[in-house]
């Protein structure tokens, strides 16, 4: 544990490598675990949708950009630095709509080896256990 990455070190990592738009999601750290880590991103008017038929509720493609970015920091924490990687796939399925609200994101790294990482990220509005979306991305390290 005592090589591992703290809030501060991740939040800043967003800053350093993540795209400006990424970083305007306001995603920051909740809880550090075993074998991955809780983030929120705050319901902000950028990943709300009120516009509409489905009107009312968060932006699922600023749910899957959430997924991506908080998989990259829990990845980060777990390994004590940010080991240069890429996106290789993602899949998500969305279950239930979210409300306008807080959005978590529970990241669990399910395999971080020499060449691949997966992660599975489970969200949830804030308050609730039930998940309404899940993700699962696989990472290629690209360092030499
Ligand atoms: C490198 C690999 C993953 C595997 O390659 P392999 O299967 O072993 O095959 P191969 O080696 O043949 O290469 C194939 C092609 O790739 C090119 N190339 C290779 N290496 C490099 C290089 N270092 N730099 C530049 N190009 C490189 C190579 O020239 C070739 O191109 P060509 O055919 O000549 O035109 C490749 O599929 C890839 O780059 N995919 C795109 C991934 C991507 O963009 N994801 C989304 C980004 S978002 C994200 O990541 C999220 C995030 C945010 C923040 C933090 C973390 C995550």
Known sequence: ???RLDAAALEALIVEICAPWVQELGI?????GENGARFVMPATEKILRHRGPNGGLV???ALMAGSDTVSFLALSYLNGRFRNCVTVDM???FMRPLPEGNVIFDVKVLSNGKRLATTRIDIMAEGSEKVATTSTGVFAYIEE
């Open 91 to 93: 899949a998500t399925n």
């Open 28 to 32: 920051e750290v909740l809880d550090l």
């Open 1 to 3: 544990m005592e090589n």
């Open 59 to 61: 932006s699922g493609q």
